[in-house]
């Protein structure tokens, strides 16, 4: 894995989402039906925008704090803003946003666990220039999550900051 480039940035979004509750080895088994629970949605209510529309994994708990079998994790999307969304089923959504540091990898499959250790451990904990705010981080997929050990793809991982 190498060193992402890391900039700062604030982000505004509306999202639909899927939320999970459960540790994140029960998560990844469940998460490609998420997201295509969630991507069918979003055809039948014409929310997704080519170009615009983002996905990404939301964070909700930290996972040395909380139980694994508590921890809460939402497939999300983003829509259009001022849109009229139809809560139904599993589908909820919710606005966020404020101060992220932004570290823009290229992560195959089984490097995603070392890119989130690398942005906390490694990199924000050592560095005194930012102060992490009580917010949730998430995974914004730049381009599609790779299906095999082989191939890469770019993710952003967002961590808010005050």
């Known amino acids: 894995m190498e060193k992402p480039m890391i900039t700062v940035e604030n982000y505004e979004v509306e999202v639909i989402y899927i939320r999970f509750k459960g540790s994140y080895t029960e998560f990844r088994k469940n998460s490609r039906k998420m997201f295509n629970e969630l991507f069918k949605y979003a055809k039948k209510y014409n929310l997704i925008r080519e170009n615009h529309t983002k996905v990404m994994t939301i964070y909700h708990d930290n ?29 909820g959504t919710m606005k966020f946003g404020g101060k992220y540091v932004v570290l823009h990898f290229e992560l195959s499959i089984g490097e995603y666990e070392k890119a989130w250790k690398y942005a906390y451990s490694d990199w924000l904990l050592k560095n005194d220039k930012y102060t992490p705010r009580d917010s949730f981080p998430f995974e914004l997929y730049v381009t599609e999550p790779p299906e095999d050990y082989k191939k890469k793809s770019k993710t952003d991982i967002y961590i808010p900051i005050e």
């Open 63 to 91: 996972p040395f704090i909380t139980d694994s079998k508590n921890l809460r994790t939402s497939v999300a999307m983003t829509v259009p803003s001022n849109t009229t969304i139809v809560e139904e089923g599993k589908i």
